[in-house]
Structure formats: C-alpha cells, structure tokens
Antibody
Framework: EVQLVQSGAEVKKPGESLKISCQGSGFIFSNYWIAWVRQMPGKGLEWMGTIYVGDSDIKYSPSFQGQVTISADKSISTAYLQWSSLKASDDAMYYC????????????WGQGTQVTVSS | SYVVTQPPSVSVAPGQTASITCGGNYIGSRSVHWYQQKPGQAPVLVVQDDSIRPSGIPERFSASNSGNTATLTISRVEAGDEADYSCHVWDRFSDHMIFGGGTKLTVL
C-alpha cells in the first residue's frame, strides 16, 4: 500500500527555523517526483515545488523560490521542506504528494503538517 | 504565467448533476486533474489526465476537457460529495504546476 506519512504539527515563533518531513512507503521512493503543497487557512492549494528523489532535481514555484528549501534523502525514503526564518504568513497546512508515474497528477497525498507561526 | 479559474461555489440538490468548471487559455491542450477535499482531510485525486478515474472513484465522477474549459461532472449527487474540488494543470512552458482556486460544492 502506497503511503506518505508526514511529521507532526509544529508551533513556532517568527524568525525560527523549521524542517518538516514526508516519508514514503509501499513504492520505490527514489523513482518518483515528490511535491509540496501549501494550503493557507480557508484558501486553496498552492504548489510550492517538486523534487525528483533519485537525483534531487528540484523545481520551485516562483512564489516560493528563495523562501523555502526542498530536499530528500532517498536512503530513508524521506522528503523535506524547510524554512530558515519563519514568518507569520507561513502559518498554514503543508502537504506532500507523489506525482504519478507518466503523468503530472498527484496520485497520493500525505496527511498534512500544520505549521503555526505565532509570537 | 498560466492561470486557471474556477467558480467559488456550486450548489446542487441531492440526486441532481453538478458541473464544476476550470477555465484557462487553450486548457484543452493540457492534461487536467481534479481533486476532492473534505474538511480536515487531505486532497484525493478523483480524475486524472482529463477523464481517467483512479481505482476506487465512483463512476458518478466524470470529466471532460476541450477548448478553454475543463469540466468535472458529478452525477446523482449525494450528501457525501459535499467538498472542495480543485483542478490542476501542468504548464509545460514554465514546467510549473498550477492549481485552480477551488470550488465549494454544497449539496442542498
């Protein structure tokens, strides 16, 4: 069974750093692109970027380029999303999703990681 | 950059047919995917590549894509279909993923 399991909810202060994770199982993690998607409270889905785990090729949305860092460790089937200095506007739910083979759709999603940024 | 537009809300009575649109310039030349998201849950893929239903998705969900509009159609709507529905395309020119703003389906 394909699963993406994300790390737990985080509560941080503005200016703090954070790294959240997404661990895959039930498929060959290094053969897939893994995306990160933001959902702000009451808002729609926003693509942040995608990493090909096999060679760490990364594509960023222009809206998030320079604001976050996407990485992966194929040895432990885990992708990461990190911030060096959180802002209040980073307060959101973050999902990882697998991009299906041979298609651009996101066929499996993690359960989401809630990031709360508050002073 | 490429933009896709969805109506904010659609309402339909139980048993009727709901149509949710996703508009974009020549969207018919791109593959469109649709996701269902219920409150407090992660999105679920309900249609991929314009009209393909993933395993486990009821036949009541269908979709089409032509010209400047892609459409998700839900037949014989049930109360459990009440959710947000989002379209998604890949912009091959920028190699970026684009989501529509989402449509809230209300079952009256």
């Amino acid at each position: 069974e394909v699963q993406l399991v994300q790390s737990g909810a985080e509560v941080k202060k503005p200016g703090e750093s954070l790294k959240i994770s997404c661990q895959g199982s039930g498929f060959i993690f290094s053969n897939y692109w893994i995306a990160w998607v933001r959902q702000m409270p009451g808002k729609g889905l926003e693509w942040m970027g995608t990493i090909y785990v096999g060679d760490s090729d990364i594509k960023y949305s222009p809206s998030f380029q320079g604001q976050v860092t996407i990485s992966a460790d194929k040895s432990i089937s885990t992708a990461y999303l990190q911030w060096s200095s959180l802002k209040a506007s980073d307060d959101a739910m973050y999902y990882c999703a697998r991009q299906g083979g041979g298609t651009s759709c996101f066929d499996y999603w993690g359960q989401g990681t809630q990031v709360t940024v508050s002073s | 950059s490429y933009v896709v537009t969805q109506p904010p809300s659609v309402s339909v009575a139980p048993g009727q047919t709901a149509s949710i649109t996703c508009g974009g310039n020549y969207i018919g030349s791109r593959s469109v995917h649709w996701y269902q998201q219920k409150p407090g849950q992660a999105p679920v893929l309900v249609v991929q590549d314009d009209s393909i239903r993933p395993s486990g998705i009821p036949e009541r969900f269908s979709a089409s894509n032509s010209g400047n509009t892609a459409t998700l159609t839900i037949s014989r709507v049930e109360a459990g279909d009440e959710a947000d529905y989002s379209c998604h395309v890949w912009d091959r020119f920028s190699d970026h993923m684009i989501f529509g703003g989402g449509t809230k389906l209300t079952v009256l």
